[in-house]
């Protein structure tokens, strides 16, 4: 009978997340085109439910949260069916294709100087806490499991170098995905891969901070995914950029394996078998763990039976969704390390501390105010989309679906507009394109060229 009861709740968590799927099949009907920022939402909670819930076929879900977060989806998606996308989509191919309006010596030096400056400023956070240069770069085991340890424990609160290094970490990013699809060629296409994640790779290995990287190439891949809408190139999955994304993360675990082993201040990197064992489970962790701990969440948050006991911090009107804004007008709640102190588990199978930004949204607004949230966020982003595609020089909603669409991609961890800095990169990266405008103009009436 308990077999049979648990076939039958995976059955159904499988059915809401392919009805998540459904959503965005039936956003494309309308909108045209899979290159849309609600679309791409419910895509990526469809990959973000489905896979884990067939890794971890074996360990038990609410299927409630995953109907939850189809309603979740379709909030956030349904202010698309109130736009003419087709008219939308027309005056986006008037635009003048010139790929040295993104491929100049402007925006490529400022990748370079970008990733100059984040390292030496992640080297001065890193001395500011007392840390000497050998130690941080000639014994880097020792020093970022240390320092990940110290972080942990609440001794190393952010500074102003910190968010200044990650500030610049995430600009290379960003530069990098806007430059990449216009370079021609396997080599000149790594070299800009190669320059766009150095910095949030040597942040992660000298930090032990592997969510720097992930966001990296989260908004890698959102420059490119604008810079390509903008350029009318509406396709969203291509074979080889799926097999390049696979040699990339392939190419990326050695460095993902260092910091996991200094995270978890475990120097013996001789005994193959623990070390292999642990680097694996943590990957696993990081990857498929964070739905079943929403999951429980969910469960307990609606009286239902769950793994473990959460804190009852109902309607903090934003705090978890935009703290920033709390540490501006100084409010005296401080947040755990961890953002939570529960950590979940499930039979030594899985465990984490990372809740998805579903967890964060209830507590702000509650189970049905996130709904409204996410409605209102779907309004936005339509809107600033539409605004995009109709504009020839659109800057500032270029910047804006930047951070959008990293907020999709992240929504599986936490919410990005957490970060104090992530406003402040969102006018940054306006400023770069402004700046890169007027120097492309400048150019084409040199050349006696038109640019409207």
């Not at 960003?174 to 949030?200: D, M, R, W």
């Not at 799926?242 to 120097?267: D, G, M």
Request: net charge positive.
């Amino acid at each position: 009978m308990e077999l049979t009861f648990y076939i039958f709740i995976k059955i159904i968590a499988y059915i809401a997340s392919f009805s998540i799927l459904l959503n965005a099949y039936i956003l494309k009907r309308h909108v045209g085109h899979y290159m849309h920022p609600s679309i791409i939402f419910s895509l990526l909670w469809f990959f973000y439910t489905i896979i884990p819930l067939t890794v971890f076929i074996f360990v038990p879900i609410n299927p409630i949260a995953i109907f939850y977060i189809l309603i979740c989806t379709v909030a956030f998606s349904v202010p698309a069916l109130f736009f003419n996308w087709k008219i939308a989509f027309r005056l986006n191919s008037k635009k003048i294709e010139s790929k040295i309006l993104f491929d100049n010596k402007f925006l490529n030096l400022s990748l370079i100087l970008s990733l100059i400056l984040s390292i030496i400023l992640t080297i001065l956070s890193l001395m500011s806490y007392g840390y000497d240069l050998y130690s941080i770069l000639f014994d880097l085991l020792k020093t970022s499991g240390d320092y990940a340890k110290y972080r942990g424990n609440g001794y190393y609160p952010s500074n102003l170098l910190g968010s200044a290094a990650i500030l610049w970490i995430y600009l290379s990013a960003v530069l990098g995905g806007i430059i990449y699809p216009g370079k021609e060629g396997k080599l000149q296409k790594l070299k800009i891969i190669f320059l766009a994640l150095t910095p949030s790779i040597f942040y992660m290995l000298i930090q032990s901070s592997k969510l720097i990287f992930f966001y990296s190439i989260g908004f890698f891949l959102a420059a490119t995914i604008i810079r390509n809408t903008y350029f009318q190139n509406y396709t969203l999955f291509k074979r080889e950029t799926l097999i390049k994304t696979a040699a990339l993360s392939i190419i990326a675990l050695p460095f993902l394996a260092i910091s996991i082993l200094s995270r978890e201040h475990y120097n013996d990197i001789d005994d193959y078998n623990k070390s292999f064992s642990l680097i694996f489970s943590t990957l696993m962790d990081y990857a498929f763990a964070q739905i079943f701990a929403f999951a429980d969440f969910f469960s307990y948050m609606i009286g239902m039976d769950s793994e473990i006991s959460y804190l009852d911090d109902v309607y903090s009107y934003g705090l978890y969704t935009f703290t920033f804004i709390f540490d501006i007008i100084g409010s005296v709640k401080s947040m755990p390390p961890g953002l939570y102190e529960e950590s979940y588990s499930y039979n030594g199978l899985i465990s984490t501390n990372i809740f998805t930004i579903f967890r964060g949204l209830i507590y702000d607004f509650g189970i049905l105010g996130s709904i409204f949230y996410l409605l209102l966020l779907g309004i936005a982003a339509n809107f600033t989309f539409y605004t995009f595609l109709k504009n020839k020089k659109p800057w500032i909603s270029f910047a804006i679906l930047i951070i959008l669409i990293e907020y999709c991609l992240g929504s599986y961890l936490l919410s990005m507009f957490m970060a104090r800095f992530m406003f402040l990169l969102c006018i940054v990266i306006y400023l770069m394109l402004f700046i890169n405008d007027l120097i492309y103009c400048k150019n084409m009436k040199q050349n006696n060229l038109y640019w409207p």
